[in-house]
């Protein structure tokens, strides 16, 4: 499932770090730094896929020197608190190739040159080969003073300042959200990102009448791991997959990933068995079927989601499944009876009801049945909606 993240950090002196450490190790190379007087060596270093510096067009010719740029960064701070480089982080798309990854990431590092006049150095990073095999993602360190043709210029203030810096980097998120959607969709594939926040998009999705969707974004945002917590939780997946037990999280920030990570894959099993639930619905009501045999073939569907010779209430975690549906879809009958009237779970828990009270009753079946009959065209069939 596709998934969004930028993050933006600074690079500071006061932290005990250098421009030319972090653009060693981002890219995997070695620099040596002339204002620290020592050499970053991460010639070792694997799983960068590719790196490579975006400058602007009249930058001088060593700014595509990775050591000669991060040299000159430093070299131009005089500040013991001084900020050398401004590093954004962004999560690429597992579901496009290697190719589109790295387009897209220059293509960010190129709207941040067009915008902000810097320079940009771009190292693309693989999955850990013990971790998330999804989580490509890129490293951009951009100057923090624009590059002309005679070096290293003023300051970017736009993106320090309090009153301007929020809203440019939210500019910047936007964007990349819509790079990484539109690579998506080259790619034929139906996921989209949004940078927007959790609350954000929950307030929308009710705004239109989606409860399931502001239900599967009513949850806290997923935590960064860390280096050290990320180990540990490697370690104990190893562990846990060795000696053939379930895999429970060792640390506070994993359990949170964990629990984040299984109520997404939840709710994305919900909505494909809706989806199927939709489908089945049209799909027997095309052939000929009535509202209760086309209703229970969407039952079937969304709890058996092969919906063939499965009855309600049969098979593995149903009745769990069975009440969060009826859960999220009164909360949407909630949210448009004003303006709906019936909904289609109460159509169908009347119509189910019926066809009960007819296999108890065959008299009373019987004359129910001529009853829709001569009711037939009277109503508009709205289809099975969510």
């Known amino acids: 499932m596709a998934s969004y993240h930028l993050s933006v950090k600074t690079v500071k002196r006061s932290a005990g770090r250098s421009a030319t450490a972090a653009a060693a ?14 050499v970053h060596d991460y010639s070792a270093k694997g799983g960068v896929a590719e790196s490579f510096i975006v400058a602007p067009a009249d930058a001088p010719s060593w700014a595509q020197d990775r050591a000669a740029l991060w040299n000159a960064a430093e070299a131009r701070e005089t500040r013991r ?43 693309i990073h ?55 959607n539109r690579a998506l969709e080259r790619a034929g594939v139906d996921e989209r990102v949004d940078h927007r926040s959790l609350e954000a998009q929950r307030a929308v999705a009710l705004e239109r009448g989606d409860a399931l969707s502001a239900e599967a974004l009513d949850r806290v945002p997923e935590v960064k791991l860390g280096p050290a917590a990320n180990a540990m939780e490697r370690r104990e997946m190893r562990a846990a997959e060795a000696e053939g037990r379930d895999y429970v999280p060792v640390t506070e920030r994993g359990a949170r990933v964990h629990a984040a990570r299984q109520a997404r894959a939840f709710f994305a099993e919900m909505r494909e068995r809706l989806e199927m639930a939709r489908d089945a619905y049209g799909i027997a009501r095309e052939q000929g079927e009535g509202r209760v045999g ?59 009801g019926r066809e009960q009270d007819a296999r108890e009753h065959p008299d009373l079946g019987e004359e129910r049945a001529k009853e829709r009959n001569r009711n037939i065209g009277l109503e508009r069939d709205d289809g099975f909606e969510l």
């Not at 190790?25 to 020592?38: F, K």
């Not at 300051?155 to 910047?172: F, P, S, V, W, Y």
């Open 81 to 123: 608190n001084s900020v050398t480089a401004r590093e954004w982080e962004l999560a690429l798309p597992s579901e496009i190739s290697d190719a589109e990854r790295a387009a897209i990431a220059r293509d960010f590092a190129q709207a941040l040159v067009d915008r902000y006049g810097v320079a940009a150095d771009v190292a």
């Open 294 to 352: 086309a209703g229970l073939a969407a039952l079937r569907a969304a709890v058996g989601k092969d919906g063939v010779g499965r009855e309600l209430g049969e098979g593995d975690d149903t009745g769990d499944l069975r009440d969060r549906l009826a859960t999220i879809l009164g909360k949407d009958r909630e949210h448009r009876q004003a303006r709906r009237g019936q909904q289609v779970n109460e159509r169908l828990a009347d119509l189910l």
């Open 25 to 38: 190790y981002r890219s995997g190379s070695v620099i040596a730094c002339d204002r620290e007087g020592r």
């Open 126 to 180: 693989a999955p850990h080969r013990e971790g998330d095999q999804r989580n490509h993602h890129a490293h951009v360190l951009t100057t923090t003073r624009a590059l002309g043709a005679e070096g290293l210029g003023a300051k970017t203030r736009i993106l320090d300042a309090a009153q301007t810096g929020g809203a440019e980097i939210e500019e910047m998120r936007a964007f990349w959200g819509q790079l990484q």
